[in-house]
């Protein structure tokens, strides 16, 4: 699976950004997709996954009730909504993916696409 995230971009804080995941490869479908970010200084850390299946999300707590993240198999790709920005929001967004697990553990996930930079200013 290869991945390819876009989307990033500046904004003011309040405001919405959405990224988007494109991946290719014929195994999609079978994988858990996530969201990692990671800010300036920062390791990186857990946003948000969607099963492979698309019926059960799971948020880290900074960004529950703001962010959502969705798939549409049938384009191969997985979406994170993002609503009422923070600059604690500022970040290089990853997409992953993982065949194996579902939830926040980056070591089990075995395919990442590059990172989208989002800057929310104050």
């Known amino acids: 699976v290869q991945l390819q995230a876009s989307g990033g971009g500046s904004v003011q804080a309040g405001g919405s950004l959405g990224l988007s995941c494109r991946a290719s490869?014929?195994?999609?479908?079978?994988?858990?997709m996530g969201w990692f970010r990671q800010a300036p200084g920062k390791e990186r850390e857990f946003v948000a996954v969607?099963?492979?299946?698309?019926?059960?999300?799971y948020y880290d707590d900074s960004v529950k009730g703001r962010f959502i993240i969705s798939r549409n198999s049938a384009k191969n790709t997985v979406d994170l909504q993002m609503n009422n920005l923070k600059p604690e929001d500022t970040a290089v967004y990853y997409c992953?993916?993982?065949?194996?697990?579902?939830?926040?553990?980056?070591?089990?996930?075995?395919?990442w696409g590059l990172g989208t930079q989002v800057t929310v200013s104050s």
């Open positions: 992953a993916a993982s065949s194996v697990h579902f939830g926040r553990q980056q070591k089990l996930y075995h395919h």
């Open positions: 490869g014929r195994t999609f479908g079978a994988h858990n």
């Open positions: 969607i099963t492979w299946s698309g019926d059960t999300t």
